[in-house]
C-alpha cells in the first residue's frame, strides 16, 4: 500500500517556474515507478512524465520536453516535478501516481496508487 500526497501547487505568470512535490508513505516506494499525470477541466487525464524506481530512466510527454524535469528521492521517499517556461495550457491538477508495471508507463491504467493532485494555474 502507497499513500501519495502531493504539494507545490499554485498561481504563476507565463514563463515562471514552479516545482511540485509528491510524498509517499509505505515501505515499498522504492521499487515503485512514479509518474506525474494532469487533468484540465473538461478533459481526460494526461500523462507528463514518469521515472523508473532508480531514477535512471525518465519518459515525458512530448508537451513539456524540455520545460519540465522528473526525479526521485528514494531515501526521501519523494517525487518531483520541476516545470519551467510555464504556459497558460499547462493549467491543471496535477496528480502523482505510483505504478509497479514497467519501467517509465505512460497510461493511466498502468497506475496503482495516486495522490488527491494539486491545482497548478499559469496566468497570460
Known amino acids: 500500500q502507497v499513500q501519495l500526497l502531493e504539494s507545490g501547487g499554485g498561481l504563476v505568470q507565463a514563463g515562471g517556474s514552479l516545482r511540485l512535490s509528491c510524498a509517499a508513505s509505505?515501505?515499498?516506494?522504492?521499487?515503485?515507478?512514479m509518474g506525474w499525470f494532469r487533468q484540465a477541466p473538461g478533459k481526460q487525464r494526461e500523462f507528463v512524465a514518469a521515472?523508473?524506481?532508480?531514477?535512471?530512466?525518465?519518459n515525458y510527454a512530448d508537451s513539456v520536453k524540455g520545460r519540465f524535469t522528473i526525479s526521485r528521492d528514494n531515501a526521501k521517499k519523494t517525487v518531483y516535478l520541476q516545470m519551467n517556461s510555464l504556459k497558460p495550457e499547462d493549467t491543471a491538477v496535477y496528480y502523482c501516481?505510483?505504478?509497479?508495471?514497467?519501467?517509465?508507463?505512460?497510461?493511466?491504467?498502468?497506475?496503482?496508487?495516486w495522490g488527491q493532485g494539486t491545482q497548478v494555474t499559469v496566468s497570460s
Open positions: 521515472i523508473s524506481w532508480s531514477g535512471r530512466s525518465t
Open positions: 501516481a505510483a505504478s509497479s508495471l514497467g519501467t517509465t508507463p505512460s497510461r493511466v491504467r498502468d497506475y496503482d496508487y
Open positions: 509505505g515501505r515499498t516506494f522504492s521499487t515503485y515507478a
